[in-house]
């Protein structure tokens, strides 16, 4: 007999984690109904983050909700918490659940240490999900990865037809919010 992994829906992690299995310090995602240990964080990945942050809340204030290292609920039994996402609404619009794939108008993950995970088995995840606007901001090769057009192909993998690459000189404008340009010279210290 071949040993099987065991798939958790995401009314089972939910479970879980109420029953006190897992904790927020365990710092665990929801990936395809698997249990995957998130990598922890170096000090160039906190500190992107925390400056992404605040120029995505200076650029937008209340025009959108901006979600740090929160969980996303998609439909293929995955609660991924990318390092940011950008959503519709108000904030108080999640209380009762997570932003689905037709909330989000932009996710993006900061990536060093995870860069091959987020260009290949996350990208497929969220290209999958529908979501429109997936960004990593490639720490190691300090540029910018837009990717856009989710799609499926014609053995079944998913993808993103568009992906632009910008450089620390440059500015991009924010999914949904044209008139909003974030500048990519403090992200990449």
């Not at 974030?182 to 990449?188: E, G, V």
Request: proline share 6%; with cysteine.
């Amino acid at each position: 007999m071949i040993a099987t992994p065991k798939l958790f829906t995401i009314d089972e992690y939910h479970r879980l984690i109420e029953l006190g299995f897992l904790t927020e310090g365990d710092r665990i995602e929801l990936i395809r109904g698997e249990l995957i240990q998130m990598t922890a964080k170096g000090t160039p990945h906190t500190v992107c983050s925390s400056i992404l942050c605040r120029q995505l809340d200076r650029l937008l204030g209340d025009r959108a909700v901006i979600r740090s290292q929160d969980p996303i609920t998609l439909a293929n039994q995955s609660e991924p918490e990318p390092d940011l996402v950008i959503a519709r609404g108000r904030d108080e619009d999640y209380l009762a659940h997570h932003p689905y794939p037709e909330d989000i108008l932009l996710t993006i993950e900061i990536s060093d240490k995870t860069l091959d995970y987020d260009q290949t088995t996350k990208l497929a995840l969220y290209a999958e999900a529908g979501i429109c606007h997936y960004w990593i901001v490639n720490l190691p090769d300090r540029q910018l990865e837009c990717h856009s057009q989710p799609y499926q192909n014609a053995q079944k993998n998913f993808s993103y037809l568009s992906k632009q690459i910008s450089l620390p000189n440059q500015s991009v404008p924010i999914p949904g919010f044209e008139d909003a340009l974030l500048d990519l010279n403090r992200l990449f210290l």
